[in-house]
């Protein structure tokens, strides 16, 4: 998390020189929220992650909320490329190499933060009122770019278009954050290409492959 | 002791058999409503709180009962956590029974029909759902491997049906199996997180659309694409 724009005023010699602890910290955040879930960390589970003390973690900040929300803030500026990327795919104009190499850098983004996306859904799931506005934003800029495909590839459903967006971000979300846990028995390097294809075949007018006549042997 | 292969049905103390049938009756029933009670309990307070965070003070108050009467029913608050997740185990396992007709059906077919009964069961349990699926890693190493091998049995029924499928030339032989599985049963998780039975949209009509991404996604023909009807 070096370069942080959240990151302490670097004049405040006190802080600056235990930068890193601040940093550890913000790491354990991650990686404690992303295996044990956001609900279910406690504030001793961050200290043991960052072999640091209570009174330290304390000193930067006032519980894990608080820590949550400046990881949270850092995910929100990487995920704004990413919702560029997610925006070019449009029914006729990508096909699934371009879906692969764009799950490719979810996948990258999703490593770097797995600790907010799956505190994220869990607050999602609270209907939590605090989620801040702007991140609320970015997943609507998001939905709004993929409605626009999906409406594009006229899949005949009665679920709405907006409604089949925001599933093909949870889909591609859900996907990664279950294959990159502990207990996947998936490889994620394999997810891209099958997922790239059914998502091609089904939001963005790809066609059925032609079946070429297989020998069938019993 | 604590038996591994329990779950929420049988708590311990009703094997103890009272004398008379009647009051053996009346004692399995009282043992077996409380029982199910503070599992119940506890999974509320689990999902509100967290696992980690809840006492088995938390949970004898919600119960109305002393903290030490708890320990007549269990050992350790992980004992609670594996009923509620072996609970809801036991529940969407039911789904893989499929009727005869629908077994000899062919491999879009028993997909749709899969995720229909899936879909069925979400509406129930959402809470229990929800806090089996974030806090089972915190089972011990022996509990957490028979969950994942019950969860594997789930998934594998998924892929043998992908494997019909591509061997019917239904769906693209191309498909890894394991990864269009997880795609199908993330995309029915999800809706745990989002839907709103009061909403505009039935989970029959949500299920409907899963069922179409995953047949349509696997390169399934289109005539097994139901077209929607308004009902």
């Not at chain 1, 560029?84 to 990258?108: C, K």
């Not at chain 1, 949870?170 to 394999?190: C, F, G, H, K, N």
């Not at chain 1, 099958?194 to 069938?216: K, Q």
């Not at chain 2, 591994?4 to 399995?28: I, Y």
């Amino acid at each position: 998390m070096t370069g942080h724009p959240f990151d302490p005023d670097p004049m405040d010699a006190s802080l600056t020189d235990n930068r890193d602890v601040r940093s550890r910290l913000l790491e354990a955040g991650n990686a404690v929220f992303s295996e044990v879930g956001y609900t279910g960390a406690t504030v001793d589970d961050l200290i043991e992650h960052a072999a640091t003390s209570r009174a330290t973690f304390y000193r930067y900040f006032r519980n894990k909320d608080e820590l949550f929300d400046e990881l949270s803030r850092a995910c929100f500026q990487d995920m704004k490329a990413i919702v560029e990327d997610l925006g070019r795919m449009r029914a006729g104009e990508i096909d699934t190499d371009e879906i692969e190499e764009i799950l490719g850098h979810y996948r990258d983004l999703h490593t770097r933060h797995a600790g907010v996306f799956r505190a994220w859904w869990e607050r999602v799931a609270r209907l939590d009122p605090e989620v801040p506005v702007e991140e609320g934003h970015v997943f609507n800029r998001l939905v709004e770019g993929l409605t626009r495909s999906v409406s594009d590839a006229r899949v005949e459903s009665l679920v709405a278009p907006e409604v089949q967006a925001a599933l093909l971000y949870l889909l591609i979300e859900a996907s990664y954050s279950a294959v990159t846990s502990r207990w996947s028995r998936v490889d994620p390097d394999t997810l891209a290409p099958t997922l790239a294809r059914m998502v091609h075949r089904t939001y963005l007018g790809g066609d059925a492959p032609r079946r070429a006549s297989r020998l069938r042997v019993v | 002791m604590v038996n591994e292969a329990r779950t929420t049905a049988t708590p311990p103390a009703a094997r103890r058999p009272p004398r008379r049938a009647s009051e053996r009756r009346r004692r399995v029933a009282n043992h077996e409503d409380r029982w199910t009670d503070i599992v119940e309990r506890a999974g509320a307070i689990f999902y509100r709180k967290g696992y980690e965070a809840t006492s088995l003070q938390d949970i004898a108050d919600s119960v109305g009962m002393l903290k030490g009467s708890i320990y007549y029913y269990i050992k350790t608050k992980e004992d609670l956590l594996y009923a509620l997740v072996s609970r809801a185990q036991d529940m969407f396992e039911a789904t893989l029974e499929e009727d005869e007709e629908t077994a000899r059906s062919a491999a879009p077919v028993r997909l749709r029909a899969f995720i229909g009964r899936w879909m069925a069961l979400t509406s129930r349990e959402r809470e229990w759902g929800l806090v089996a699926e974030r806090e089972f890693m915190r089972l011990s190493k022996r509990r957490l491997k028979r969950v994942i091998e019950r969860r594997d049995e789930l998934s594998g029924y998924v892929k043998d049906i992908i494997r019909q499928g591509i061997d019917e030339g239904a769906f693209d032989p191309s498909t890894d199996e394991s990864v269009a599985a997880t795609a199908i049963f993330e995309l029915m998780k999800t809706s745990h997180l989002w839907h709103r039975p009061s909403g505009p949209l039935s989970l029959a009509e949500l299920g409907d659309w899963y069922a179409t991404f995953a047949i349509r996604g696997l390169g399934g023909p289109r005539w097994h694409d139901r077209t929607p009807v308004r009902p």
